[in-house]
């Protein structure tokens, strides 16, 4: 039963969660990330996604298992490898998806249609969108913007247009990325829709929404003024340096988005590891102290200054 259980939570993919943190943007970029009301719902929103991410994984595996198996990485998943019963992962999807929109439908009914609309594209991902290029690296663009809106309507706050587009692009860039490591490995032959691409048209794509990701966080550093608080280093500032407060000083935040996008191309074009980027992420150190020295940044920018 152990091993059963570990098994079922590996197939769960529980190192791919990091990418449902996107829900809690709306509250760190609008300054409410320490209202506890509205930190418990997104918490919760947080949890939901979690759940039918998981579902839609377990769906996916099932589908894709025969391609699984024919991959050097992907053939030790539970279900392509045979340590996780498609009757075992068939109940589990049912469980994860019933309980998790259950769970939105509690949240608010703006947050299940969300949620419902959320766990549709990553079902229809699975059956077909994946399938056909272009429409696999849009879905998955589209996957990461809703999770964004998720936050939005949890809190009723709105986060910039800017930064919803730099989320976007900065989506199309990983996905784009993936495909064309995907493609150098193992080509059309785990994933029929390479077929349509060529290895060109994937350094085209990457590179134009990795520019495209530097220029729209650039201008939403620019453009939007951050949360102004009324702590004890903006108090002393603005006693004895009171034209420091005018500055935009988010835009101090821009060498560290610059920095990650460059490691992240050294990454996947020196080592061609963009395959996994959830495990690029968590264990490339330089990556990692970059994402964390940009996160740190902005608590102080918005919270502190």
Same mark, same amino acid.
């Given at each position: ?50 759940? %039918?991410?998981?579902? $839609? ?9 025969? %391609? ?47 949620? /419902? ?9 699975? /059956? ?6 272009? %429409? ?9 913007? %809703? ?10 706050? @709105? ?16 996905? $784009? ?16 829709? /390479? ?20 220029? $729209? ?5 620019? /453009? ?18 009171? @034209? ?62």
């Amino acid at each position: 039963m152990r091993e059963k259980t570990r098994v079922l939570i590996s197939a769960l993919r529980p190192n791919q969660w990091i990418k449902n943190l996107s829900i809690f943007a709306t509250i760190i970029f609008t300054g409410q990330l320490f209202n506890l009301s509205l930190f418990c719902r997104s918490f919760f929103g947080f949890i939901t996604f979690c759940l %039918l991410s998981s579902s $839609s994984y377990l769906f996916n595996d099932m589908i894709d298992a025969p %391609l699984d198996r024919l991959h050097p990485f992907k053939k030790e998943r539970p279900i392509a490898s045979g340590k996780l019963s498609k009757f075992l992962a068939l109940d589990a999807f049912f469980l994860l998806s019933f309980f998790g929109l259950i769970l939105a439908f509690i949240i608010s009914l703006g947050f299940f249609l969300i949620s /419902l609309l959320f766990f549709l594209l990553h079902i229809f991902y699975s /059956l077909c969108f994946k399938k056909h290029a272009l %429409l696999d690296i849009l879905s998955i663009g589209a996957s990461f913007l %809703l999770r964004v809106v998720a936050g939005e309507i949890l809190t009723s706050f @709105h986060v910039p247009i800017w930064l919803l587009l730099t989320t976007l692009f900065l989506a199309l860039f990983i996905a $784009s990325a993936k495909r064309h490591s995907e493609f150098l490995r193992t080509g059309e032959k785990t994933r029929p829709a /390479l077929a349509r691409y060529h290895e060109k048209l994937l350094d085209f794509y990457a590179s134009t929404f990795a520019t495209a990701t530097f220029l $729209s966080y650039a201008l939403f550093t620019f /453009l939007e003024e951050p949360p102004q608080f009324s702590s004890t280093l903006s108090q002393f500032l603005l006693a004895n340096f009171p @034209h420091a407060l005018g500055r935009k000083w988010m835009m101090l935040t821009i060498p560290f988005v610059l920095a990650g996008i460059m490691r992240y191309g050294q990454l996947i074009y020196e080592r061609a590891e963009g395959e996994e980027p959830e495990k690029i992420i968590t264990k490339d150190k330089p990556l990692l102290l970059t994402i964390l020295g940009w996160g740190v940044m902005v608590v102080l920018i918005i919270y502190v200054i």
